[in-house]
């Protein structure tokens, strides 16, 4: 009897263990694994964003020129077609539930009406490359990275609320992905050839300065970045097949392994904000990681 007791505490315990483990998360953080089908995207996959609902979106899904939409139970749908000639990469939502686009090709950004699909233009300059990656302050004003991949240079661009876009910085590196930082006070710029990331100060009025190098990576690529509710940056790193995490400090806290080698960015999402998802440019999906700190871009979504 006695022992028939202590295989049943021994099994309860374990069940308990288990459920709590999987609630939690804990035991599978910093893992990835594939949340959409190999080529479900095309290998311009990028600019992944999560809505307040918890849907996420990235860029061309199924063909180019499209948004995908990925619902929480995983139902995933053409979302828009965007206009004639426009491909996105980078998407970031507003505290307001806007939605925003890089459109690389026609040198815009892009706003799409959530409700009717509408898009619109929100922001343009013929005299920019592309714009490749956008990020967004909690005055709802945008920076963009602005690389000119063919002769490995690169620029910063600003954009106010009215959709007017000025030219911050030039003569930099192939800037690609960039971030404001939880308190809205820093921006982080990478140049994805020269392998460096920069932080700069963020004016009230939106001019930056005291430009700084904040890290630098011996090899691969750089890629899209997002920051978590800490103030660590999550940093693609393009070739290498990794996301690193980095410290406010500039120190490298841990590397995530992933399936394919070429990540193009990142969102955070999940119901609490503490999963990871990936977009992959070499097999064309988004793969998808637990983390143990939520992003900042979903905290804000759920402050009000």
């Known amino acids: 009897m006695k022992f028939k007791i202590t295989v049943i505490f021994f099994i309860l315990f374990k069940t308990c263990f288990c459920v709590n483990a999987q609630q939690t998360g804990s035991s599978s953080l910093f893992v990835s694994s594939a949340l959409t089908p190999v080529n479900s995207f095309t290998n311009g996959v990028e600019g992944p964003a999560v809505d307040k609902e918890g849907n996420l979106y990235a860029v061309n899904y199924d063909h180019q020129g499209t948004i995908g939409k990925i619902t929480p139970s995983g139902a995933a749908s053409i979302f828009v077609e965007l206009p004639k000639g426009s491909i996105g990469n980078g998407i970031r939502f507003s505290r307001h539930g806007d939605m925003y686009v890089a459109d690389y090709t026609n040198h815009n950004i892009l706003k799409v009406d959530m409700n009717t699909k509408t898009v619109s233009v929100f922001a343009y300059d013929g005299s920019m490359a592309q714009p490749n990656d956008i990020a967004i ?49 820093r921006l982080y710029v990478n140049e994805s050839v020269q392998r460096k990331v920069w932080v700069y100060d963020i004016s009230k009025k939106g001019k930056i300065s005291s430009k700084k190098l904040f890290m630098e990576f011996p090899d691969f690529g750089l890629d899209g970045m997002r920051c978590d509710a800490n103030g660590n940056l999550y940093v693609t790193r393009y070739d290498k097949g990794v996301v690193a995490i980095v410290s406010p400090q500039g120190k490298l806290i841990r590397e995530v392994t992933l399936i394919g080698k070429k990540p193009s960015n990142v969102a955070f999402g999940g119901p609490d904000g503490k999963t990871v998802y990936v977009t992959m440019q070499d097999k064309g999906n988004v793969e998808t990681f637990r983390t143990d700190t939520p992003g900042q871009e979903w905290v804000n979504k759920h402050k009000h």
């Open 137 to 185: 302050t909690n005055r709802n004003t945008f920076f963009a990275s602005n690389p000119d991949w063919a002769n490995n240079t690169g620029s910063i661009w600003y954009a106010n609320k009215k959709g007017k876009i000025v030219l911050l910085e030039g003569n930099m590196g192939t800037t690609n992905g960039i971030e404001v930082s939880p308190d809205n006070k």
